[in-house]
T-cell receptor
C-alpha cells in the first residue's frame, strides 16, 4: 500500500502570510485527496487531483500534483484564522480503491 | 444531497464495556469505509464494504471489533470488549463505487475509554 509522508508536521504562521504543505508518496499517485480537519472531528473535502501537473484552486487554497505524480503540495495565500486545523493528504490505493492517509500537518494561525 | 450521517458524536465508556457506532452513507453510494484515527495520527482503514460484501478487513482487530452492512446501506461498527487504546475518532466514509469517484466523510464519533 501507499506510504505517504507529510511535511511539516506542524506549522505556526502569522495571519496574512503564505504557507505550503507537502505530501510525498513512495509510489505513483493514482489520485490524491486533500482534506481539512478540526481537532477530533470529521474530514472536510478540499480538492482531488488525478493528472500529472494538475493544479486546482478554491478561494485562497491551491493544490498541485507534480508531473511524476509522486508529490503534491497545498498552498495557502494570505492565511486567515479560519485556515487553522489539520491538513491531511490521502492517496488512492490502486487496485484496492481505498484511501491511505499521511500523518497530517497541524496548522496554527497567530494574529 | 445529504452527507454521511454518523452517531453518536461522542461516547465515553469504561474498559471492557462494549460500544456500537452507526453510519448511514450518502444515498446510492455502494462503498462504505470505517476508519480509526488515533489523535495525532492519520486515519487508518479498518474495513471496506462494497454493497453488503467485505472488500478489505485486513486491519480490523477481529478479536474485539466487528462490522456489518446487512442490507448494503447503513452500517454498524462494534467493539467488545473495549480497551484503553481504542480511544480514537471513528470515521465513516462512502463513495459511489471506487475511491476516485469521490470520497465523503461523516463527522465522526469520538470514543474515550476510561
Amino acid at each position: 500500500s501507499q506510504e505517504l509522508e507529510q511535511s511539516p508536521q506542524s506549522l505556526i504562521v502569522q495571519e496574512g502570510k503564505n504557507l505550503t504543505i507537502n505530501c510525498t508518496s513512495s509510489k505513483t499517485l493514482y489520485g490524491l485527496y486533500w482534506y481539512k480537519q478540526k481537532y477530533g472531528e470529521g474530514l472536510i473535502f478540499l480538492m482531488m487531483l488525478q493528472k500529472g501537473g494538475e493544479e486546482k484552486s478554491h478561494e485562497k487554497i491551491t493544490a498541485k500534483l507534480d508531473e511524476k505524480k509522486q508529490q503534491s503540495s497545498l498552498h495557502i495565500t494570505a492565511s486567515q484564522p479560519s485556515h487553522a486545523g489539520i491538513y491531511l493528504c490521502g492517496a488512492v490505493d490502486f487496485g484496492n480503491e481505498k484511501l491511505t492517509f499521511g500523518t497530517g500537518t497541524r496548522l496554527t494561525i497567530i494574529p | 444531497e445529504a452527507g454521511v450521517a454518523q452517531s453518536p458524536r461522542y461516547k465515553i465508556i469504561e474498559k471492557r464495556q462494549s460500544v456500537a457506532f452507526w453510519c448511514n452513507p450518502i444515498s446510492g453510494h455502494a462503498t462504505l469505509y470505517w476508519y480509526q484515527q488515533i489523535l495525532g495520527q492519520g486515519p487508518k482503514l479498518l474495513i471496506q464494504f462494497q454493497n453488503n460484501g467485505v472488500v478489505d478487513d485486513s486491519q480490523l482487530p477481529k478479536d474485539r471489533f466487528s462490522a456489518e452492512r446487512l442490507k448494503g446501506v447503513d452500517s454498524t461498527l462494534k467493539i467488545q470488549p473495549a480497551k484503553l487504546e481504542d480511544s480514537a475518532v471513528y470515521l465513516c466514509a462512502s463513495s459511489p463505487w471506487t475511491a476516485r469517484d469521490g470520497y465523503t466523510f461523516g463527522s465522526g464519533t469520538r470514543l474515550t475509554v476510561v
